[in-house]
């Protein structure tokens, strides 16, 4: 089985991914930690390697090759923007491609709970990483994140608790067609 989880930041990605391949029993792969790792390689924060990036479209190139490479094997929860996008460019078609969105705002609250900074320093770095990810994916891979058209299931995960978002998400692959 392989099943995408993409979303903005603040989204619930991480969470629910983890939850998923944990029920599941499925591997979980997070192309966000591939990037903190090699932005705290390079000695940068998230935006500096952000702007980075935009400069060096091989470092989008080397975390989705290795997403796809996974994928490959099977039997994973993919996290990530590009995750359902890389896979369908290269021929692989996941059992499950699921988006998770929020309003700005409650993602900003949720990232500055988690990452422990004031709510209008998150808003302001998300929104600058968010530019640069859409710049670069627009330019690198001619992807436009707002068209959510190759997901199957795209969930408001303001509207429920993390509860309330894994039962959706586990009824959708409990209930997929064999």
């Known amino acids: 089985m392989i099943i995408t989880i993409g979303g903005l930041p603040g989204t619930g990605t991480t ?3 983890k939850m998923i391949a944990e029920k599941y029993n ?3 792969v997070c192309a966000g930690f591939i990037f903190r790792e090699m932005a705290k390689e390079m000695g940068m924060d998230l935006q500096e390697f952000s702007k980075y990036a935009e400069q ?3 470092i989008d190139e080397e975390i989705d ?3 796809v490479e996974i ?3 099977g039997n994973v929860v993919l996290e990530g923007r590009l995750a359902a996008w890389m896979l369908l460019k290269n021929g692989i078609k996941p059992d499950l491609t699921i ?3 929020a309003p700005l705002e409650v993602r900003a609250e949720r990232i500055s709970k988690r990452e422990n900074i004031d709510k209008d320093v998150a808003l302001k770095k998300m929104i600058e990483r968010e ?3 859409k710049k670069r ?3 690198i891979y001619n992807i436009d994140l707002d068209d959510l058209s190759i997901y199957d299931l795209v969930i408001d995960t303001s509207k429920w608790d993390v509860e309330g978002v894994f039962n959706i998400v586990s009824s959708a692959i409990d209930n997929l067609k064999k």
């Open 99 to 101: 988006w998770f969105k």
């Open 71 to 73: 994928a490959k094997q």
């Open 56 to 58: 060096h479209k091989e």
């Open 65 to 67: 090759r290795r997403q």
């Open 26 to 28: 499925l591997r979980h």
């Open 137 to 139: 994916y627009k330019e």
């Open 15 to 17: 969470t629910i991914a």
């Open 131 to 133: 530019a640069s990810e």
